[in-house]
Nanobody
Framework: QVQLVESGGGLVEPGGSLRLSCVAS????????MEWFRQAPGETDKKVAA????????YAGDVEGRFTIRSDNAQNSVVSLEMNNLKVEDTAVYYC?????????????????RGQGTQVTVSA
């Protein structure tokens, strides 16, 4: 089974920065795509960034230029989200999502898999 753990959230002032990390555990050979979602109170969750195993990246319009998603290992199972120039409206619980996963045993799991989330609060 694949489990995801996010970390790095916290309280920051407007204009500040945070770096979130997501680790997919298990004997993973590759993850086809990793995504960051966020959910603000009273709202549905929204995808903010994504990266494929080939390194292609996508960003939501309101975070492009401020957020950077990176894959930190060859398996695409460890990713980070660098968030700069944070705004009050970026306040949300941030979740990491893994799409299909191939284990080292070559077992395939369709996913998606989601972590428990990490709280990001932007406030003066």
């Amino acid at each position: 089974q694949v489990q995801l753990v996010e970390s790095g959230g916290g309280l920051v002032e407007p204009g500040g920065s945070l770096r979130l990390s997501c680790v997919a555990s298990g004997s993973i050979r590759s993850v086809s795509g990793m995504e960051w979602f966020r959910q603000a109170p009273g709202e549905t969750d929204k995808k903010v960034a994504a990266i494929t195993s080939g390194g292609a990246r996508w960003y939501a319009g309101d975070v492009e230029g401020r957020f950077t998603i990176r894959s930190d290992n060859a398996q695409n199972s460890v990713v980070s989200l660098e968030m700069n120039n944070l705004k009050v409206e970026d306040t949300a619980v941030y979740y990491c999502n893994a799409k299909s996963v191939i284990m080292t045993t070559l077992d395939f799991y369709a996913g998606p898999f989601r972590g428990q989330g990490t709280q990001v609060t932007v406030s003066a």
